[in-house]
C-alpha cells in the first residue's frame, strides 16, 4: 500500500524558515513566516495570556471532555467579540458555534458542514487568496470558482472586476470573504464596497463566508468587524471563521470558532445539531486549553483591559513599521512609488516585485519573502528597515 506513495513538494514558506535558519549572513531578514513578531524578531506570549493561563492552572478541577461543541463560554464570548454584544443574530438566536482546532480547522468544518447541505456547492474566492484556503476547502468536495480581487498594476482593491465576475455567481454559491487584513494583499474593502457587495449578495441569493483571522490588527477590533456585521444584519444565511492565533498570539494553541447564521432560531436549532455531528465525526472534540485563555481573558475586565492594550500596542507597532519601510524606500530616491503599503491593513502587504527580483533579494542580500512578494510587516524593525530598503531599491535599479 505505502509503496505507492509519491513524495509531496514541501510547502513553500516551509523551505523558506529552514533557509533563512540556515544562512549564516548576520544581515539577514524574515519577511516570510506569516506570524507576529516584535522589534528583536521574537512572536512573544501576550501579558495577558499569561496571566491568564496563572489563573487557569490554580482553579483548574478536570481534565475532562468538553464535548464537540467546546466551551460553552468561550462560544458565548466569541459571537460578542465577532458580532457585538447587541448584535440581532445574537438576540434572535440564529447562531450555532462550535470551537475549534484553530482557524483551519474552522474553515474546514464549515466545508464539511457544507458540503453536507449541498454536495459540491460552488465557493467563489479572491484571486489571490490565503493558499491554505484551497485544500481546506476543495479538500471536503466543495467546487472553487476565482473573483478577481487585487490589482496588482494598481496595487488595490479591483472592486468593479469584482462585482462583475460575482453577477455570475448562481443562487446558493458561497462567497469566501476575508474580514479584515486581507492575506495575502493587505488590501480591504471600504465600508462603502460592503454595503455595495452585501446589495449584490442578498440581490442574487448568495451566501457569504467570512474567514477573520486578524480582527484588532486593522483598525481595532469593532471595526474591523464592520463588514462582517453588516452582512450578519442583513442576509439570511452566513457562515463565520475566526482565529485566535494572531490577535491573542494562540499560535500553537490551535483555537478558533466556526458560526452558522440561520434564518431564524428554529433553523439554527436544526443547524446545530448538524454541525455537533459533523465535528463528531471528524475530530470528536477541540482541545481546551486555548479557549480556556480566551474566555479567562474575555470574561475578567482587568485581563481584557490588559489585552486590549496589548493588542493596540501590535496593531501600533505594524502601521509604524508600514510607514517607516515607506519612508526608507523613498529616501534612497527610487523612482518607484509604495505609498500603497500605508493604506493598507494588518500583516501583509505585496511588494509588486517580480519573482526573479524576490529571488535576487533573497540570494544577494539574505531577505527572505514569499514568491509572490508578499511580505510580513511585522519582520520590519528598527535595525533592518533601511538595510531592507536599500536592496528593494537595488535590485529594482538592476532591471
Request: charged residues 20%; negative net charge; hydrophobic residues 40%.
Amino acid at each position: 500500500m505505502f509503496n505507492q506513495l509519491q513524495a509531496v513538494a514541501p510547502d513553500a514558506l516551509l523551505k523558506l524558515i529552514v533557509q533563512f535558519s540556515q544562512d549564516s549572513n548576520p544581515n539577514k531578514v524574515d519577511l516570510g513566516v506569516g506570524v507576529y513578531k516584535d522589534e528583536l524578531g521574537n512572536t512573544p506570549v501576550m501579558q495577558a495570556v499569561t496571566a491568564a493561563e496563572h489563573k487557569i492552572l490554580e482553579n483548574q478541577q478536570t481534565k475532562s471532555y468538553i464535548g464537540p461543541a467546546g466551551s460553552a463560554l468561550y462560544c458565548e464570548l466569541s459571537a460578542q467579540l465577532l458580532f457585538g454584544k447587541d448584535h440581532c443574530v445574537i438576540r434572535d438566536k440564529r447562531l450555532s458555534i462550535v470551537q475549534t482546532p484553530g482557524g483551519c480547522g474552522a474553515l474546514r468544518m464549515a466545508a464539511e458542514f457544507v458540503n453536507f447541505c449541498t454536495p459540491g456547492a460552488s465557493v467563489w474566492v479572491s484571486t489571490p487568496t490565503w493558499v491554505n484556503h484551497i485544500p481546506l476547502l476543495s479538500e471536503a468536495g466543495l467546487n472553487l470558482k476565482e473573483y478577481p480581487y487585487y490589482d496588482n498594476q494598481s496595487q488595490s482593491v479591483d472592486f468593479a472586476a469584482m462585482l462583475s465576475t460575482l453577477e455570475n455567481a448562481e443562487e446558493g454559491d458561497l462567497v469566501l470573504l476575508h474580514g479584515c487584513c486581507h492575506n495575502p494583499s493587505g488590501a480591504d474593502l471600504s465600508n462603502e464596497q460592503w454595503q455595495a457587495l452585501t446589495k449584490l449578495i442578498l440581490s442574487k441569493n448568495l451566501i457569504p463566508f467570512i474567514d477573520i483571522a486578524y480582527q484588532g490588527l486593522g483598525d481595532g477590533l469593532d471595526e474591523d468587524a464592520y463588514g462582517l456585521r453588516l452582512m450578519a444584519q442583513s442576509v439570511p444565511e452566513m457562515i463565520v471563521a475566526s482565529s485566535c492565533s494572531k490577535n491573542f498570539g494562540l499560535y500553537r494553541e490551535r483555537t478558533g470558532t466556526l458560526v452558522i447564521v440561520s434564518s431564524n432560531a428554529q433553523r439554527a436549532e436544526i443547524s446545530t445539531s448538524q454541525l455537533y455531528s459533523t465535528v463528531r465525526g471528524h475530530y470528536s472534540m477541540p482541545p481546551a486549553h486555548g479557549a480556556a485563555i480566551v474566555e479567562t481573558i474575555l470574561d475578567s475586565s482587568e485581563l481584557n483591559q490588559l489585552w486590549l492594550d496589548e493588542l493596540g500596542n501590535m496593531r501600533k507597532r505594524l502601521s509604524d513599521n508600514r510607514a517607516a519601510l515607506v519612508n526608507a524606500i523613498t529616501a534612497t530616491g527610487t523612482a518607484r512609488s509604495f505609498e500603497f503599503i500605508n493604506s493598507e491593513k494588518g500583516m501583509f502587504s505585496f511588494l509588486s516585485i517580480s519573482p526573479e527580483q524576490v529571488i535576487r533579494l533573497k540570494n544577494d542580500y539574505s531577505i527572505y519573502m514569499a514568491g509572490s512578494s508578499r511580505i510580513n510587516i511585522a519582520g520590519i524593525a528598527e535595525h533592518n528597515v533601511q538595510y531592507t530598503a536599500n536592496a528593494i531599491a537595488d535590485v529594482l535599479k538592476q532591471s
